[in-house]
């Protein structure tokens, strides 16, 4: 059964930012896209890198270390080195909190 989890405030990060979320044995990155908030898997799935270290375009993450791209709303591949997507999680808010669904 999943479980949401209050993880932030609207207000903590701004259009274009990421941050790391650490809950319940997950770390998570989560990205405010124009005021659309996302959350996927901080690892890379290339070589574990830190996603929420990453440069943010639109909804595009690249790793800061390999520059492998993912979206940040579908975990989907955008460039490579990857070959594997990015886990996603879904994301709630709820009166200027976030919520992330585990």
């Known amino acids: 059964m999943s479980e949401r989890i209050k993880v932030a405030a609207t207000s903590q990060l701004t259009p274009g930012q990421g941050i790391l979320i650490k809950i319940k044995g997950h770390q998570l990155a ?3 896209v124009e005021g659309d908030f996302y959350a996927i898997a901080n690892r890379c799935t290339h070589s574990g890198g830190p996603l929420a270290e990453g440069r943010l375009h639109q909804t595009t993450v690249t ?3 390999h520059g492998a791209q993912f979206n940040v709303s579908t ?4 460039g490579g080195p990857a070959v594997t997507e990015v886990a996603t999680y879904p994301v709630h808010i709820e009166d200027q909190s976030i919520y992330v669904e585990l």
Do not use: A, R, V
């Open 75 to 78: 975990g989907e591949i955008c």
């Open 30 to 32: 989560l990205f405010n």
């Open 63 to 65: 790793c800061p270390w």
